[in-house]
C-alpha cells in the first residue's frame, strides 16, 4: 500500500517540468475541491476563494488510503489553510502538506497557475 | 568532563514508557542516556483501551508516542529485542541478538503476560490470549475465518473478571455468540458482592452474552482446532473459539535468573523506592511486586515510575504510597459496573445500604462506618454516574449526609441535591490517578496558569488522557473555576466563531445572514473550518429550510453528496419508505436497481432499505430511477428526521388500539428534511407492547386508552435511554401541535451534534420544564414555534430532486473534474452473496 503514498511527491514550483492543462475555472467550485486525473494520479484541487488562491494536493488520505481528499471541506487552522478528510476529519496543511490533528505522515502538495481560465497543476514528472 | 550515566529500560510497555516521559521533563535529565528495549514490534501503545483496536484496527492511534518522539528526546528505542539475560557483576546484560549493553541503573518494566491455566488441550488452534495487538489482530482473522464456514460460530472468554467481560464485549462486537465462564460463583468476585454479581449476569444476559457460572474446565474439546469445553463428565459447551482471560502473571523471568528476591509466588520484589534487592536495579509497573501484590491498573504503575525516576536522580523523598487505591470502573461493555474502596463490608467495621431494582438492572451498595460518617466503599451496577463523586467522598473522607440513604436514594425534597459540587472535594485530592491531577493542579491550572477552557486544562496537566474516567469530574470542575472567575462558561463553536449555537443562531436569524461569508465576515474570523461551516449550514437549513445543494461546499461532506460515504469513499443510497410501509411495486424497483449497479442491500434499522456501494458518478443515474418509480430522499445522511418506525397497528394487528402506520407516515411527511443540531428518529406504537420500540426515539407515540401517550428525548445506541413522558391520552392533532413545539425549541436551542436526550439532560428543570414550555406555554413562545415549523414544512422539496434535476448540481457527482472515468482504485470482494469493500489493513 506505500506504493499508492510513493507515487505521491511534493512538487516545488521550481521544480516543475510540466504544467498540466486540467480544467476550465468554472468547472471548480468556490471554496470546494474537485479531483483531477493526471496519468495514474489523483489530485485534489481547491479553489480557495475566500483566499484568493488555488491549492492542489494528492487525493489519497494517508489514514486509510482512500481517494476522497477532494471530497473534504477546507478552512483555515490558525491561518494555515487545510483540508478536513471527509472520512474522519483528519486535517492536512494545504501548504506543507502536514497533519495538524495528529501524526500522520505529510501529503504531498503541487503548485497550480491560472492561465486564460484554464487550472494548470505543476509536476515534475 | 560530565560523566554521563546509562539507564536501561527493559520493557516498552506502558510504565516503561512513563518512566521515559517523566524521566526527560526533569533538569537533570541531560546527565543520563536512556536506551529502551521493547520485545513488542512497535513503540509502547495504551494496552488499556487495546479493545479499541477492534473498532477501528488503527495501531498507530493507540501509540503512547511516535517514534520520533523518543528521538526528540534523545531514547534510544530498540523494538523486537528481547533482553535474555543481566550479568549483575559486570552490570551489563545481553539481548536475544547477543548484543551486550551496559547500565549504571537498571529498570525492569517487563509487564506481565495473560495466564493460562494449564488445562487439556488448550494449545489447539483457537485459543488465544488478549494482551498485545498481535493477539488481536490473530483473534479478527480467526473469528472472520470461522464466520465464513458458520455464521453461528460461538466463542468463550476463560474467566469473568474485569477483562474477560471486556473480552466477551470484543467477540460480540467481532460477531460471535459470546460466552464467560467463570470458576468462581459470581463475576467479578474481586470486586462484586454476590448480588451485585446476579444483577450484572442478568443484565449481560438480556444483552446475549451467555455466563456460566461455578465451571471448572478440566478439558479442551477438539482435534487440531477446539470444538468445546468440558466442564464435568456430562457437562460441555460447544464453542469454536476461547479467549483466555485468568489473571495475569508478572514477566519476572529476567530477575529469577540474575537471582533478585523474588516472591513466592512471582514477581520482583521492591521496596517503596522501588528498588529492587539489588539497588541498582528498579522494577515498575506489573512485574513490581509491592506490598506482597502485583497490581493490575495502570495508575498504580505509574505512580511506580514516577517514583523510580525521583529515586534514580536522588530525589529521595519521593516514596510509593503505603495503600493502593484498587477502585475500577468498567468500560465498554454497555452497562456501567463500578467498585470503589472496600466493596464487602465486614460487620465489625461497618454496615451497607443495598438499593436493587430487578427491573431495572440496577444495583448499588454503598458501605459507611458505624458511626454513619464515613464512606468506606461500595458497588455501583446500572447506573455508575456517581462514581467520581463516591469515589472522591472515600478517597478523601469527605462528610456525607447526616442520612446516608440519601446518597444512593437521593434527597427526598425536590430539587435539593444530595451531595455538594465537584468543588467540595479538598484540594489535594487526587482527581485524575492515571496521571496523579489533583484538584487543586486543575483549579490552579486556570486561576493561575491561564487555561481558559477544557482543551488547555489537558494540554497543561494531562487529566483524562490515562484511562478517561475521571473526565466528568474534571468538566464539573473546570465549568465551576471558570464559573468563580467570573468568566462565563462558553462552548464556542471554534476557533472562527466565539458563539455557542445558541447564540450564533440568534445573530443569524435576528441579521438575516444568508451565506457562509456573510456568517462569518459579520460574526466570526477567518475562513471557517469543518466544525463551523456545517453548522451554519444547518442553522441556514433550520431559519429557512434550505436543501443541501444550497453552498454544498459547506455542507457537510454527506450532505454535499447526498449520501453516506462508506469506508471505501462509496456512497449509499437510501430512499425514504416512511413508516416503513412499501408496496410490492416499489421494492421491485429497488430491487431492479440493486442489481443494475451492483449494490449491497440491507434493511435497516429504521424499516427501510439501504443500498451500499454506489459510485459518486452513479449517485445522480441511481436517484433518477428510484424518484421517477416515485422515491423520495431518505436523509440518511443527514442531521435530520430519519425514520418514524411503526407496529403493524389496528389495521391487522388484534391487539392494535389505533392506526399507528398511518400516523407513522403522517409524521414522518410532516418533518422530512426537517435539518437539526443532530439526526432525530420516531417511533409509534398501536399498544402498550410497543412493538416499534418507540421509547427509544428521540419522540416516541403510544396508543393508551382514550388517545396517545407522547414521549420525548430517547435514544438507543451508544448510551440507551428511554423516552419521558410529555403528555398523556392526548389526539392526533395535539400530538402535532407538541411535537412542532418540542421541535422547534430543540432546534433553536440544542448544542452541536446534541441528541435530544443530551439535550433534554442538560436542560435546567428537565423534563418538568419542557412540559411547562410545550404543554402549559411558559415562555408564551408557542404560537411562534408552531409559525416557524409550518414555515419549514412547507418550504420542503426532495433535494435529490433538485439536484438531479440541474446539470450544475448533476456534475458535482464526477469523480474527476477533467474525465468521465471513475476511480479505478476501489476493491471489493464478495462478502456471502454479495460486495463488500475490501478491508482496512493499511
Ligand atoms: C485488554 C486490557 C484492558 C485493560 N484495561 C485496564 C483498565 O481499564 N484500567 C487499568 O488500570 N488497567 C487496565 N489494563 C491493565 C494495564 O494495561 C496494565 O496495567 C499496564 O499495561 C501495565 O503496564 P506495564 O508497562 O507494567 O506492562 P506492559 O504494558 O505489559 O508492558 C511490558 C512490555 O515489556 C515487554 N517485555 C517483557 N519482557 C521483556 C524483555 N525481556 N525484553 C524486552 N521487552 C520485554 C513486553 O513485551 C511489553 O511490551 C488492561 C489490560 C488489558 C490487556
Ligand atoms: S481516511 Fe482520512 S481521516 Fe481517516
Known amino acids: ?125 | 568532563m560530565k560523566q554521563i550515566k546509562s539507564i536501561l529500560v527493559i520493557g516498552n510497555g506502558m510504565v516503561g514508557y512513563k518512566f521515559c516521559e517523566k524521566f526527560v521533563v526533569k533538569e537533570a535529565a541531560e546527565n543520563f542516556k536512556i536506551t529502551v528495549f521493547g520485545e513488542e514490534p512497535r513503540p509502547a501503545y495504551d494496552r488499556v483501551h487495546l479493545s479499541e483496536f477492534f473498532e477501528n484496527g488503527d495501531a498507530k492511534a493507540l501509540e503512547m508516542a511516535p517514534r520520533s518522539w523518543y528521538e526528540e528526546h534523545n531514547i534510544e528505542l530498540i523494538t523486537n529485542e528481547r533482553v535474555t539475560d543481566i550479568h549483575r557483576a559486570s552490570k551489563t546484560i545481553t539481548t536475544i541478538n547477543d548484543k551486550t549493553f551496559s547500565y549504571d541503573y537498571l529498570v525492569l518494566a517487563t509487564g506481565s503476560s495473560a495466564f493460562v491455566p494449564a488445562i487439556k488441550g488448550v494449545e489447539k488452534e483457537g485459543v488465544f490470549v488478549y494482551r498485545t495487538i498481535e493477539d488481536l489482530e490473530g483473534m479478527m482473522a480467526y473469528a472472520d475465518k470461522l464466520k465464513k464456514s458458520n455464521p453461528d460460530a460461538k466463542a468463550a472468554v476463560l474467566g469473568g473478571g474485569l477483562l474477560g467481560l471486556e473480552a466477551a464485549k470484543a467477540v460480540m462486537d467481532m460477531g460471535l455468540e459470546p460466552h464467560v465462564v467463570e470458576f468462581a460463583s459470581k463475576l467479578m468476585p474481586r470486586q462484586l458482592d454476590t448480588r451485585g454479581s446476579s444483577v450484572l449476569k442478568n443484565k449481560l444476559e438480556t444483552m446475549g452474552i451467555h455466563i456460566h457460572l461455578s465451571k471448572a474446565t478440566n478439558k479442551i474439546l477438539g482435534e487440531q482446532s477446539i470444538t468445546g469445553m468440558e466442564f464435568g463428565e456430562y457437562d460441555k459447551i460447544n464453542v469454536d473459539m476461547l479467549v483466555v482471560s485468568a489473571g495475569i502473571r508478572p514477566r519476572d523471568e529476567l530477575g529469577k535468573t540474575c537471582g533478585l528476591k523474588m516472591g513466592t509466588r512471582g514477581g520482583i520484589v521492591v521496596n517503596n523506592k522501588m528498588q529492587t534487592s539489588d539497588p541498582e536495579i528498579f522494577a515498575i509497573g506489573e512485574v513490581a511486586l509491592y506490598n506482597n501484590m502485583i497490581y493490575g491498573l495502570v495508575a498504580p504503575g505509574y505512580e511506580m515510575a514516577d517514583v523510580a525516576v525521583d529515586q534514580i536522580l536522588g530525589t529521595s523523598e519521593t516514596l510509593m504510597s503505603p495503600d493502593i487505591d484498587m477502585s475500577t470502573k468498567l468500560k465498554l461493555i454497555g452497562v456501567d459496573v463500578a467498585s470503589f474502596g472496600e466493596p464487602f463490608m465486614p460487620v465489625e467495621k461497618g454496615y451497607s445500604i443495598i438499593f436493587e431494582n430487578k427491573t431495572k438492572d440496577l444495583y448499588k451498595r454503598i458501605n459507611v462506618s458505624h458511626d454513619g460518617k464515613k464512606l468506606l466503599g461500595g458497588i455501583l451496577i446500572g447506573d455508575a454516574s456517581d462514581y467520581n463523586m463516591f469515589h472522591q467522598i472515600y478517597l478523601n473522607g469527605l462528610p456525607i449526609p447526616e442520612d446516608a440513604e440519601e446518597l444512593i436514594l437521593g434527597a427526598r425534597g425536590e430539587g435539593s441535591s444530595s451531595f455538594g459540587s465537584a468543588m467540595d472535594i479538598p484540594d489535594a485530592a487526587q482527581v485524575c490517578s492515571c496521571e496523579s491531577v489533583t484538584k487543586g493542579a486543575i483549579c490552579s491550572s486556570i486561576t493561575e496558569g491561564g487555561c481558559n477552557n477544557l482543551a488547555d486544562v489537558i494540554a497543561k496537566t494531562k487529566v483524562t488522557t490515562g484511562c478517561g474516567g475521571c473526565k466528568p469530574m474534571v468538566v464539573d470542575l473546570v465549568n465551576e473555576t471558570l464559573k468563580s472567575l467570573g468568566k462565563e462558561v462558553k462552548n464556542s463553536i471554534c476557533e472562527h466563531f466565539e458563539y455557542t449555537r445558541q447564540e450564533l443562531f440568534g445573530v443569524i436569524k435576528i441579521k438575516k445572514l444568508k451565506t457562509f461569508d456573510e456568517a462569518i465576515d459579520t460574526c466570526g474570523k477567518g475562513d471557517g473550518c469543518e466544525i463551523c461551516k456545517p453548522l451554519v449550514a444547518s442553522i441556514f437549513a433550520s431559519l429557512y429550510n434550505d436543501t443541501a445543494n444550497k453552498e454544498e461546499v459547506i455542507q457537510d461532506s454527506n450532505d454535499k453528496f447526498l449520501a453516506n460515504i462508506q469506508r471505501n469513499g462509496t456512497y449509499s443510497v437510501v430512499p425514504r419508505i416512511p413508516g416503513g410501509e412499501i408496496t410490492p411495486d416499489k421494492l421491485i424497483v429497488i430491487g431492479q436497481v440493486g442489481k443494475k449497479y451492483n449494490l449491497y442491500t440491507k434493511i435497516t434499522g429504521g424499516q427501510r432499505i439501504d443500498l451500499f456501494g454506489a459510485q459518486l458518478n452513479d449517485l445522480p443515474a441511481i436517484w433518477k430511477e428510484l424518484i421517477d418509480a416515485g422515491f423520495e430522499s431518505g436523509h440518511a445522511y443527514g442531521k435530520s428526521l430519519r425514520t418514524v418506525k411503526s407496529c403493524v397497528g389496528s389495521s391487522w394487528c388484534r391487539y392494535g388500539m389505533d392506526d399507528s402506520v398511518g400516523f407513522a407516515i403522517e409524521l414522518e411527511n410532516r418533518y422530512k428534511g426537517l435539518r437539526s443540531p443532530h439526526k432525530f428518529k420516531g417511533g409509534v406504537s398501536a399498544c402498550i407492547r410497543e412493538c416499534a420500540e418507540a421509547r427509544g426515539k428521540d419522540f416516541g407515540i403510544i396508543a393508551v386508552e382514550g388517545g396517545w401517550n407522547l414521549y420525548v428525548g430517547g435514544n438507543g445506541g451508544a448510551t440507551p435511554r428511554h423516552a419521558q413522558l410529555l403528555a398523556e391520552q392526548i389526539d392526533n392533532e395535539t400530538v402535532i401541535k407538541y411535537l412542532d413545539r418540542y421541535f422547534m425549541y430543540y432546534i433553536r436551542t440544542a448544542a452541536p451534534l446534541m441528541r435530544t436526550s443530551t439535550w433534554l439532560d442538560k436542560l435546567e428543570g428537565g423534563i418538568d420544564q419542557l412540559i411547562k414550555i410545550v404543554v402549559d406555554d411558559s415562555l408564551n413562545i408557542a404560537a411562534e414555534l408552531e409559525t416557524e415549523m409550518q414555515g419549514l414544512v412547507d418550504a420542503y422539496q426532495c433535494e435529490w430532486k433538485q439536484a438531479i434535476e440541474n446539470d450544475d448540481m448533476v456534475s458535482r457527482f464526477q469523480h474527476f473534474v477533467n474525465s468521465e472515468d471513475t476511480d479505478d482504485t476501489i476493491v471489493f470482494v464478495p462478502m456471502r452473496e454479495q460486495l463488500q469493500p475490501i478491508a482496512w489493513d493499511k
Open chain 1, 1 to 125: 500500500m506505500d506504493t499508492i503514498l510513493n507515487t505521491y511527491n511534493t512538487v516545488k514550483e521550481s521544480e516543475v517540468k510540466v504544467w498540466f492543462k486540467a480544467a476550465e475555472v468554472s468547472k471548480f467550485a468556490k471554496d470546494g475541491g474537485v479531483c483531477v486525473k493526471y496519468k495514474d494520479k489523483q489530485i485534489a484541487v481547491f479553489n480557495f476563494q475566500r483566499r484568493n488562491h488555488w491549492y492542489a494536493c494528492q487525493n489519497v488520505c494517508p489514514h486509510k488510503m482512500e481517494m476522497v481528499l477532494s471530497r473534504g471541506m477546507i478552512g483555515d487552522d490558525k491561518g494555515i489553510p487545510k483540508v478536513a478528510c471527509p472520512m474522519h476529519k483528519k486535517t492536512f496543511s494545504l501548504e506543507s502538506g502536514e497533519n495538524l490533528n495528529g501524526d500522520l505522515e505529510a501529503i504531498a502538495t503541487y503548485p497550480v497557475k491560472v492561465e486564460n481560465n484554464f487550472v494548470y497543476i505543476g509536476f515534475s514528472e
